[in-house]
């Protein structure tokens, strides 16, 4: 995911600092699942910069039957009355719209969890 650590470098300046954790290599995937996750990654960044006032966001991906990114984030978390504002629901509907699903949630003493789980047919090399 080479975008995603060059769009980490860019939000370095200012914003929270972002780790990407991510395998050596990743096998070719499709390209609808790639800009789902460069896009829902953004977001979730974007999300923690913005409302949440993150020091540090880290991404991480999972390659099993899909691709799995989580984004997690030490900000102020989710207050009780969050809805999903714009945000949040286009990274669901990227997710739903390659049968896939976003999970957001607070985390336990601050901060803030995306997981999408993003299905995908290894394409051959």
Known sequence: MPAIRESALSQAE???RVIVE???SLPTLPAAVEVAAYRIAT??????ARHAQAERVVIRFDLTDALELTVQDNGAGLPASARAGVGITSMRERAAELGG???VEP???GGTRVHARLPLALVES
Do not use: F, H, I, S
């Open 43 to 48: 977001e979730a960044v974007t999300n923690a």
């Open 14 to 16: 200012g914003g929270p």
């Open 22 to 24: 991510a395998p050596e």
């Open 101 to 103: 699903r976003v999970v």
């Open 107 to 109: 985390l336990a003493g």
